[in-house]
């Protein structure tokens, strides 16, 4: 029962259905039995998400972008905790423009960091390699992590440590079993966000991929600016499924609005 | 004998003065509070003890060691936060052995030692549970018996029982004073609360604005307050402007046209303060004249306020079932010259 | 101690290095990049030239193409405020399981991939697949099919689509801070309904909408994906032209020049928002 009157009510269904209907069609045209894209009317079939097995550029580019997308996050979150606890604890010259240059890549439109990197990685020779892939993945995800961090390390009462400490913890012995256990909810959270950011990445990645490292976003892309058919929807649908169960997941772990507060500006969204 | 000794102790933060020269001697197993206001110094006192805030200047010593080089987990003493600072992860047995496991203490002396903590404080059987299941006076014991079980050699209190009810608050304070006076740990107690400081303390020191302005047992703080503030912030008191004149035997103090001994005080415009308690109703005709302007039961003692030509003056009387002037009623007010403090006026 | 001042710097340290030499160089360099000249044959020569600049500030080619960019930020940033804020309020009063199931239904598409849900809207705009064509034609609505491929109004719906949630996420933490008892205490005095919002709901969610509004507009005006699917080859916006120009025609130097006045225009547009909307809203912010 809710306190919505009609209007709002039919409104509501009105934007749901805006919401989820490309999210569905998608979904719905994967399961096409036909060799053109249209709505299995008659059957659903699962020939297109067989046929993705038969397409290892799809295959090779989905673990491209999960290792790309564990190994970017993990360092982002490793480069996150020490960061925001000093963020959060010290008063330091340039703390301020030290956290705006932290969070600057969520400002920065992701082609100028695009064009930044290819620029870059061309110039000091790391041009079209995974490790570049991963250097400039970490910059872009970081700021999701640390926002999570940094919120969960500000909320922690600072008496806590000192109570550690005061009983005689080393501050490695304090930051472990106090400090560290503290946070770790932003910390897995911040780690989760961070890794879907490097997920769903294509603006900035599609200027330093090259045809070796190309990750599953960039690869849909280019070939939905060839053609658009039944294969690519299933692997849409196959990449929604996925993240759709991760969400569920983080719903359930964190609260979905607690994590998307974290990141009032994202910059893959368009 | 001084134990822990605080000496010009001083702390900026930039151009403010938070504590300014803090003079202090604990001895051991005395029980000393830092009684002022909030925003005084007491917590920053408190944690330069403690080690988390740097000095600015002074030293502290503890049984005659500079604690200066020595880092905040090094210095062995049990501490208390007004926030508790429960570990929020673990259980009130985990909460208290950490303390023993950082000492490496082994396991089964530890667990021997953490149950007799919580027994200590009245918390046998809640071993297992975690902070958040337990009530604020629970969580302040198990704070408590986190910072006793390691047999520190102070114990520091700040504002422990601030975030309790009042009966749990003075339930506790009679608790903390027996465990206190039977393991005989040095305590160092910072409060805003006067009647807290009164009740538990061997001494207080009385803080204002970053200075001790007095240290004394609390009967003797309460008697003879050795600044104004003192007097005003422990308990209620009266100022009454009136003038020291030279009488016949000595100096006296004249109010509106009564009068009073004042030993040794100078002549000129003088400040008298007395205790509301120590003012009786004298016979018809004498003493100071008022009209009882307000008066308010209490229950164990009767409040009155009193309009008299020197100002307004605050009377408790002890409710002994005797007859109270009514508010019009006119009355005289009078009181020993012992219990009257006189000093001379400011200019 | 000195040991207590490093210890911050030791902690923001590898962040910190990591970020100057991969985020401040790089940006840099790009600057630089834009005077420097391109030739068909030449390729980059490190010269310090005004070129490009004129180029892109002189052919009005760039000026159409910026002020389409723009036109289209400022349309979705619009429909995003239209349909976001209200949806927010709805999903505010709504009571759970319903508040969370929406909520997550509402938001949980940031985190889908922009592609994906961008060939959902090719899918609805063209081909066999144009269900919003049917059912308008079927309601009546229009008299023959409306085109939305390759059409801004196609990227207009697809990018509204794709950040509205930022706008009903910004919108509903502003009413989250919302005391309830407001609302009673106005219904109490005799307000209605409509009043009640007008009055005391709207003004309350306007830090919300203006802040949606800022984000919502950055990241439309910088969008890539969605204008390139949906826009295709010839509707450029700034992002997909110095797609094209980086790795088409290869004139690095002139697509690091759009690129960067981007990023000006973008700075300049969002720090006049924020100044504007900090100082009018100030009172509502504490
Ligand atoms: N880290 C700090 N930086 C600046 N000022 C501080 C800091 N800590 C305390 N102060 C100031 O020092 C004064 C004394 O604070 P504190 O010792 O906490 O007072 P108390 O515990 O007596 O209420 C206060 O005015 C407070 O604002
Ligand atoms: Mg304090």
Known sequence: MNRNGWIALTFHALFIVFILAPIVVVCVVAFTPEGFLSYPTHTWSLRWFRAIARYPEFVDAFFASLWLGLLSSAIAVALSVPAALAIARHRFPGREAITALFLSPLMIPHVVLGIAFLRFFTEIGLGGTFAGLVISHVVIVLPFALRLVLASAAGMDRAIENAAVSLGASGLTTFRRITLPLIAPGVASGWALAFIQSFDEVTMTVFIAAPGTTTLPVRMFLYIQDNIDPLVTSVSAAVIALTVLFLIVLDRLYGIERLLAGRAVGQDDR | ????????????????????????????????????????????????????????????????????????????????????????????????????????????????????????????????????????????????????????????????????????????????????????????????DQGEAMALSDRIAVMNRGRIEQVAPPHEAYERPATPFVASFLGKTNLLAGLVRDGADGPVFVLDGFALPAHGAAPGPAIATVRPERIAFADAGAGLAGTVAARVFQGSHWMLSVETAAGTVLVIRQNTGAEMPREGAAVGLTWSPQDMAVRRAEP | MIARRVVPWLLVGPALLLFVAVVLIPIAMTLLLSFHRWGQFTGIETVIVLDNWREVIEDPYFAEMFLRTFRIAVLVTVAAALIGAPEAYVLHRMRSPWKG????????????????????????????????????????????????????????????????????????????????????????????????????VLPQAIPGILGGAIIVFALAASAFATPAIIGGRRLKVASTLAYDEFLNTLNWPLGAAVAVLLLVALAAIIVAANRLVERRFAQVFE
């Open chain 2, 1 to 192: 004998m001084a134990f822990l000794a605080l000496e010009g102790l001083t702390k900026r933060f930039g151009p403010y003065l938070a504590v300014d020269g803090l003079e202090l001697t604990v001895g051991q197993g005395e029980f000393v509070s830092l009684l002022g206001p909030s925003g005084c110094g007491k917590t920053t006192t408190l944690q330069m003890i403690a080690g988390f805030v740097e000095p600015s200047a002074g030293r502290i010593l503890l049984g005659g060691q500079d604690l200066a080089g020595v880092a905040p987990n090094r210095r062995g003493l049990g501490i208390v936060f007004q926030s508790y600072a429960l570990f929020p992860h673990m259980t009130a047995a985990e909460n208290v052995a950490f303390g023993l496991e950082m000492r490496r203490v082994p396991r089964a002396e530890r667990e021997a030692r953490v149950r007799e903590a919580l027994a200590l404080v009245g918390l046998a059987g809640f071993e297992d549970r975690f902070p958040r299941r337990l009530s604020g006076g629970q969580q302040q014991r198990v704070a408590l018996a986190r910072a006793l079980v390691i047999r520190p050699e102070i114990l520091l209190l700040d504002e422990p029982l601030s975030n309790l009810d009042a009966k749990l608050r003075e339930e506790m304070q009679i608790e903390l004073r027996q465990i206190q006076r039977r393991l005989g740990t040095t305590t160092v107690l910072v409060t805003h």
């Open chain 3, 101 to 200: 199931i929406f909520l997550l239904i509402v938001l949980g598409p940031l985190l889908i991939s922009v592609v994906a849900r961008t060939l959902g809207w090719a899918l609805l705009f063209g081909g066999e697949t144009a269900l919003v064509n049917i059912v308008l034609l079927r309601l009546g609505l229009v008299a023959e099919p409306v085109r939305f491929m390759f059409t801004e109004t196609g990227v207009v719906i697809a990018l509204t689509h794709v950040l509205v949630p930022f706008m009903v996420l910004a919108v509903w933490a502003s009413l989250q801070r919302m005391d309830p008892r407001v609302d009673d205490a106005a219904v109490s005095l005799g307000a209605g309904r409509a009043t009640v919002l007008w009055r005391i």
